[in-house]
């Protein structure tokens, strides 16, 4: 159980385009979402939070402008990467909550998606 | 001060042996404690999640807890060379679905044969 499927596993694209990344809850249903990035070598860094229905909340620093969040159903999550530039090559990995409207719950992670901007 | 602290390593140890993984937190309202395994190029994978002061042993894994000293730890016994990966601990604060839950940077461990 508690599933998390990312999707695609790996993008690459020109500067200046815009990436759509896919993360769906299969076995579950998330009304909360949230959103890592990690650049090499380094920690997970929280970007925001996927509140389905509502605005996603974004951590300081993330522009909500360039990186769009849709949590329009609640095993559905998007991050819309836009405008992307190369300094954006990261690996961006998606998680959710499996025990419902449980804090104690652990998050589960999807496979994570590796974006590169040439 | 950072929110949640691990030593980096990497941290080198026999196979067959203990490896022991610290990490602290900065936020005394923290509920909710985890450790998580990554592999290069993967995302992060439960180990276990620990919530009361003590310890929690499940397989080779113990996780400790010390609320009063801000402290986590991860005991890996019997050591094998598939235990080498970035341990991740991570802290929770807060009563809703929506608490965040803050990574430390990790602490990469060497399993030596």
């Known amino acids: 159980g508690a599933v998390v499927s990312q999707h695609p596993s790996w993008v690459i694209c020109k500067s200046g385009t815009s990436v759509k990344i896919e993360c769906r809850s299969l076995d579950f249903q998330a009304t909360t979402m949230f959103w890592y990035r990690q650049f090499p070598k380094q920690s997970l860094m929280l970007m925001a939070t996927?509140?389905?229905?509502?605005?996603?909340?974004?951590e300081q620093g993330v522009e909500k402008d360039k990186f769009l969040i849709n949590h329009a159903s609640l095993t559905l999550s998007t991050l819309t990467v836009t405008s992307a530039h190369p300094e954006d090559s990261s690996f961006y990995i998606c998680?959710?909550?499996?025990?419902?409207?449980?804090?104690?719950?652990?998050?589960?992670f999807g496979n994570g998606t590796r974006l590169t901007v040439t | 001060q950072k929110e949640v602290e691990q030593n980096s390593g990497p941290l080198s140890v026999p196979e067959g042996a203990i490896a022991s993984l610290n990490c602290t937190y900065s936020d005394r309202g923290s509920q909710s404690f985890f450790w998580y395994r990554q592999y290069s190029g993967k995302s992060p994978e439960l180990i276990m999640s620990i919530y009361s002061n003590g310890d929690k042993e499940d397989g080779r894994f113990t996780a400790q807890l010390n609320k009063a000293s801000q402290y986590v730890s991860l005991l890996i016994r019997d050591s094998q060379p598939s235990d080498s990966a970035t341990y991740l601990c991570?802290?929770?604060?807060?009563?809703?679905?929506?608490?965040?839950?803050?990574f430390g940077s990790g602490t990469r461990l060497s399993i030596r044969p």
């Open positions: 996927s509140n389905e229905g509502s605005k996603a909340t974004y």
């Open positions: 998680s959710a909550r499996a025990g419902g409207s449980s804090y104690n719950s652990p998050l589960h």
């Open positions: 991570a802290v929770a604060t807060g009563y809703s679905s929506a608490s965040k839950i803050i």
